[in-house]
């Protein structure tokens, strides 16, 4: 079947270690996405790419890094930076015109919990 | 920049009672609009979308109105079921604005009960 697949689902961290969230995808859209859910903040941006080799800061890039090597995969790098990690990531893609037409689609995300 | 301010939750709601969530936005020209829903343990899928004012979407009982005078987006739905539980979040999208992405509310939490 085709869709996003993130991974891992639960990831536990300790303080001043980076982790890596795979972001996975087989639709053979153009643009990937990265956003982070807090409670009661809603979504927020961290990363975006519309093409291979190409991608764009968000609203909150500082303290993430990432790479888009391959059309499929789009990996989120949380580095020792990024201040308050513990949160929900979610990944997502589209056609090369989904930011007009809003059909973004979704992996299931990610929990990450910083010990 | 581009914002969009939805109506705090949670929404607790009767089967069968009428359901109306709060959406107002921000941004420079004329976006497109979007509501996303989120059910319990999965990712955000499209509920419904407007692209110019005056729309309206629709999408399983779910309608919304494009308002540009009010700068709004207002999710309905005239009588909800227990399954309608989820978090809701308005959205909207500027790509011709430079930023291809969208930018999302801080979503509106629907519990109906039996």
């Known amino acids: 079947d085709g869709g996003i697949t993130q991974s891992p689902k639960y990831l536990f961290r300790k303080e001043g270690q980076n982790v890596t969230l795979s972001c996975e995808q087989n639709l053979n859209h153009d643009a990937m996405y990265w956003y982070r859910q807090d409670p009661g903040q809603g979504l927020r941006l961290i990363y975006y790419s519309q093409i291979v080799n190409d991608f764009q800061k968000g609203d909150i890039a500082e303290g993430y890094s990432v790479s888009r090597e391959k059309k499929e995969s789009f990996p989120l790098t949380v580095t020792s930076a990024q201040k308050n990690p513990t949160a929900f990531y979610l990944c997502a893609s589209s056609p090369g015109q989904g930011a007009m037409t809003g059909e973004l689609f979704f992996g299931e995300g990610s929990r990450l919990t910083v010990l | ?114």
């Open chain 2, 1 to 114: 920049g581009d914002s969009v301010t939805q109506m705090e939750g949670p929404v607790t709601l009767s089967e069968e009672a009428f359901l109306t969530i709060n959406c107002t936005y921000t941004a420079t020209g004329y976006p497109s609009l979007f509501w996303y829903v989120q059910y319990p343990g999965e990712g955000l899928q499209l509920l419904l979308k407007a692209t110019k004012a005056d729309d309206k979407g629709s999408n399983k009982g779910f309608e919304a109105t494009y308002r540009k005078e009010t700068t709004s987006f207002h999710l309905e739905k005239g009588s909800v079921q227990v399954s309608d539980s989820a978090v809701y979040f308005c959205a909207l999208s500027e790509p011709y604005m430079g930023r291809r992405a969208l930018t999302f509310g801080s979503g509106t939490r629907l519990q109906v009960q039996p």
